[in-house]
């Protein structure tokens, strides 16, 4: 397993940037991909992005393509959601993740990610 530990969460107002940070410890992420997920209250989990390690590709969900970003530092072992034109129904807590790669063939599969971090709150009024 991999250790995530999230920062950057906060309260926005609609129209803002945030940008969550995931910094991974704990064994190598060569064979992983990291990413994000969400869950508002009274809500499941639901997928946001993800990153392979290595190459660098990506993977939004729809709903927030073309709004934010993901990218990696792999020097520092870390990943970041860049959240661009925040909009009220993004708020919810934020979990990064790891897995491998049959995580990322099907991203929305939660429960095949082996590591979560321990949530960062976004908050975007109106």
């Known amino acids: 397993q991999v250790q995530l530990v999230e920062s950057g969460g906060g309260l926005v107002q609609a129209g803002d940037s945030l940008r969550l940070s995931c910094a991974a410890s704990?064994?190598?992420?060569?064979?992983?991909?990291m990413g994000w997920f969400r869950q508002a209250p009274g809500k499941e989990r639901e997928f946001v992005a993800a990153?392979?390690?290595?190459?660098?590709?990506?993977r939004f969900a729809d709903s927030v393509k073309g709004r934010f970003t993901i990218s990696r530092d792999n020097a520092q072992n870390t990943v970041y959601l860049q959240m661009n034109s925040l909009k009220p129904e993004d708020t919810a807590v934020y979990y990064c993740?790891?897995?491998?790669?049959?995580?990322?063939?099907?991203?929305?599969?939660?429960?095949?990610?082996?590591?979560w971090g321990q949530g960062t709150q976004v908050t975007v009024s109106s």
């Open positions: 993740a790891a897995g491998g790669t049959a995580w990322y063939l099907q991203p929305v599969l939660a429960e095949r990610c082996d590591s």
């Open positions: 704990g064994r190598t992420l060569r064979n992983y991909a």
């Open positions: 990153i392979t390690w290595i190459s660098g590709s990506t």
